[in-house]
């Protein structure tokens, strides 16, 4: 999507270990105005799928989700990441591993809001190792549900997470794929 690659071009900041920042439009101040151009495309990519529920981590993904989920005319679940496991069995949950972090914690979402036959398009801003889109899918599958694949706002395809996700049978639609990042700030795209 030339629009947020030209964004990212003019906005993105590279920092070291592979982070790419981009706090002026998504990840801290938001640019609604590009959200809903986003969400046209993945409207675009996932009508006819059925989607009957949107599935996101917090925070990074709750604001694309939620407008995204404007053009679907459905309802927006965004998984909690919590230090302490829920035992009472209520929730579904699994375990990720932090990308900017490099910590593991546990990502929970309640049995209340997703049920088998339940049609997920799963939302996320970033897709680096791919460890919080498998959280989330695992979430999906246990729940009975159908993962009809994930939106990604910004892929780095120098990160090995979209390739294995991709082979495991997983549909993946990333709005901006960057195949390299140079610490002088220059960006190319796929
Ligand atoms: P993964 O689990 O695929 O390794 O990383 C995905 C998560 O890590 C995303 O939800 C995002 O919050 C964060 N992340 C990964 N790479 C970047 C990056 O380059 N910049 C920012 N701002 N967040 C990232």
């Known amino acids: 999507?030339?629009?947020?690659?030209?964004r990212i071009r003019r906005d993105g900041k590279i920092k070291a270990g592979g982070i790419l920042k981009v706090d002026s439009f998504l990840n801290h101040q938001m640019d609604i105005g590009l959200f809903e151009q986003m969400a046209d495309e993945f409207y675009r990519l996932f009508e006819g799928c059925g989607v009957t529920k949107i599935l996101t981590i917090e925070a990074s993904g709750i604001g694309i989700a939620c407008i995204t989920a404007q053009k679907f005319n459905c309802p927006v679940i965004f998984a909690k990441k919590t230090k302490t496991k829920n035992i009472d069995g209520a929730v579904y949950t699994?375990?990720?591993?932090?990308?900017?972090?490099g910590r593991v914690?546990?990502?929970?979402?309640?049995?209340?809001?997703?049920?088998?036959?339940?049609?997920?398009?799963?939302?996320?801003?970033?897709?680096?190792n791919g460890a919080a889109l498998s959280g989330l899918v695992q979430i999906v599958k246990d729940a009975g549900a159908t993962a009809v694949g994930a939106g990604i706002a910004i892929e780095k395809t120098f990160q090995p997470g979209g390739e294995r996700l991709r082979a495991s049978g997983l549909?993946?639609?990333?709005?901006?794929?960057?195949?390299?990042?140079?610490?002088?700030?220059?960006?190319e795209f796929c």
Do not use: C, N, P, W
């Open 105 to 128: 914690y546990d990502i929970i979402v309640s049995k209340e809001f997703l049920k088998a036959g339940d049609r997920v398009l799963i939302i996320d801003d970033f897709l680096a």
């Open 94 to 101: 699994a375990q990720v591993e932090s990308f900017t972090h």
């Open 1 to 6: 999507m030339k629009l947020l690659e030209d």
């Open 171 to 187: 549909r993946i639609e990333s709005l901006a794929r960057i195949k390299s990042m140079s610490d002088d700030g220059a960006i």
